[in-house]
């Protein structure tokens, strides 16, 4: 649909499913960003409206007031819940309406969310104001809110206190910045602002657990790699053929992959390892450590993704290890620097179909007949996708099919000796 131009259209936009973001606020990743917001917003015992968007005809001309202005004009049209709301001329902001939630502690909150993945991001990427520190992408920041609707609210429904009301989780903070490094890293190559089209298109979905991993486990087991399967057939002709994705640049991916390395090592160092309540997960770390390290030479840009992967498994498990609580990072199927499985999907690989874990994004796409956006890797003067490969990433799928993604690696290069 067009993108809104004044508040009636953009009421009408956020009825379908509570997100609105327009390609220039998506920092490359409208649609991705707008499928995994929408699905918290559906989680959500409340209403969530999300909307990210330029500048809206009849506000006033001061960006703070034509903020207050488009919060309380909404409000009137879509009725309670909590709004997340920016306009290019104006910061995120955070109201909330009927939820009983006392504004100035609703704002503390989201602010305070709001520094602790600052903060993350300036530990991953580099301190603020210096040339490495990544500034958060508007679809960044409102997952974080999104995905903290509720402490938020709670935290603005009681009596102020003098503690620091941070809702998010760590490890959710983690994986935001972690996403937030790898968008800036490919701004190198995203095309202008100006390029946008101005049209969003919105993909209502469902909620599907992560299931089981049989199918594709025993294909592996028997010795099966992924090269040679046949991908899932394309659209019906009278349906635009999607985009082939890029391979990833080589020199982005590095950067990457030695940002995630680093917080690996500096996690360990400052372990201690006398208080960590489960060691043989927090020690996977240390495999994880010894696997990665040899990857950052190569170049190969399937080794340097998947050594984001190795490294960001291993932070999750001394994490994990350390508090005694929490789960092992499972990758998407479909391209690994997607957010991490969440759903799961039937895909055609060989003979038959079998279900494999992926983000809610890949899934969606599968659910309507489109060919997930999925990692492509150069195969001589074109690219491939990357399960086509005889490789050990091929045959984990990114970490998407094993449990011990490091172990893997190893043992695949002990018998490369």
């Known amino acids: 649909m067009d993108a809104p131009s004044d508040i009636d259209a953009l009421a009408d936009a956020l009825r379908e499913d509570g997100v609105v973001i327009e390609r220039a606020m998506g920092t490359g990743e409208t649609q991705d960003a707008h499928d995994r917001i929408a699905a918290l917003v559906r ?45 290019t001329d104006s910061s995120q902001r955070v109201w909330s309406y009927g939820l009983g939630a006392d504004p100035a502690g609703l704002s503390l909150a989201a602010y305070a969310n709001g520094d602790l993945l600052e903060d993350t991001v300036a530990d991953l ?52 910045a972690e996403r937030a490094v790898e968008l800036d890293a490919a701004a190198s190559w995203r095309p202008r602002v100006e390029e946008f089209v101005d049209v969003r298109v919105a993909s209502p979905g469902t909620s599907i657990l992560v299931g089981g991993l049989s199918g594709l486990v025993v294909a592996l087991l028997l010795g099966q790699t992924l090269v040679g399967w046949p991908r899932r057939r394309e659209p019906a002709p009278e349906v635009a053929a999607p985009v082939v994705p890029r391979p990833p640049d080589l020199h982005a991916e590095r950067r990457i992959a030695r940002a995630q390395v680093d917080a690996l090592t ?7 390892w006398a208080a960590v309540h489960d060691r043989d997960t927090a020690g996977r770390a240390l495999t994880a450590r010894d696997a990665v390290e040899p990857l950052l030479a190569s170049d190969d840009v399937a080794d340097l993704v998947g050594a984001q992967v190795v490294a960001r498994a291993g932070s999750r498990d001394l994490s994990c290890g350390t508090r005694g609580r929490g789960t092992s990072l499972r990758t998407c199927f479909f391209d690994p620097r997607h957010p991490e499985a969440s759903a799961e999907a039937r895909w055609r690989l060989g003979d038959g179909e079998v279900e494999v874990p992926c983000c809610e994004a890949c899934a969606t796409a599968v659910r309507s007949g489109r060919s997930p956006d999925h990692l492509r890797l150069p195969s001589g003067r074109d690219s491939q996708p990357y399960w086509e490969r005889g490789d050990v990433w ?12 490091a172990r893997d690696v190893l043992a695949d290069r002990e018998r490369a000796r």
């Open 43 to 87: 989680e959500t015992p409340f209403p969530v409206y999300v909307a990210l968007v330029e500048d809206l005809d009849g506000l006033p001309d001061d960006a703070t007031a034509a903020s207050e202005a488009m919060a309380g004009l909404l409000n009137r049209r879509l009725g309670d819940g909590l709004y997340v709301l920016q306009t």
């Open 394 to 405: 091929a045959r984990t799928g990114f970490g998407a099919t094993t449990d011990f993604l």
């Open 266 to 272: 500096t996690a360990l160092a400052a372990t201690d």
């Open 125 to 176: 990427a580099g301190p603020i104001d210096t040339e490495d520190y990544v500034y958060l992408p508007p679809t960044i920041l409102a997952e974080a809110t999104v995905r903290t609707a509720e402490g938020i609210v709670e935290v603005g429904r009681q009596e102020p206190s003098g503690e620091r009301p941070v809702t998010l989780e760590q490890s959710d903070a983690d994986r935001l």
